[in-house]
């Protein structure tokens, strides 16, 4: 769902949850040495846009942000995993109260 895409394959707004998380499971990946550009790719978004945000998620104290060869590095702090480890469990209710009745009914039958 970070993709921003349903599982039918549309296209999806992303919601500013599904943003921060995203941008936090990306510099994740780095182990503390996530250059604003490399974030911008992995979260696919422009770096102007991202900029923003990430200083939303430093004000937050979910990343922090350190000097590496006079350039900007971003880390994820223990609150940032909280919130991530929140997110994907929130993101599993979602899921199942926005599934298809339906669908669930067949899938028993089946």
């Given at each position: 769902m970070l993709n921003g895409r349903e599982g039918s394959g549309t296209p999806r707004r992303r919601e500013a949850t599904d943003l921060?998380?995203?941008?936090l499971e990306?510099?994740?990946?780095?182990h503390g040495a996530a250059r604003i550009t490399r974030v911008s790719y992995g979260a696919g978004m422009p770096v102007d846009r991202l900029r923003s945000l990430v200083e939303r998620l430093v004000?937050?104290?979910?990343?922090?942000?350190?000097?590496?060869d006079g350039?900007?590095?971003?880390?994820?702090?223990?609150?940032?995993?909280?919130?991530?480890?929140?997110?994907?469990?929130m993101r599993g209710f979602i899921?199942?109260?926005?599934?298809?009745?339906e669908d669930r009914i067949s899938r028993r039958r089946g």
């Open positions: 921060y998380a995203t941008v990306v510099v994740k990946r780095y004000s937050l104290g979910l990343l922090k942000t350190e000097d590496l350039r900007p590095v971003y880390d994820i702090t223990p609150r940032g995993q909280e919130f991530l480890s929140t997110y994907w469990k899921e199942v109260l926005e599934a298809n009745p």
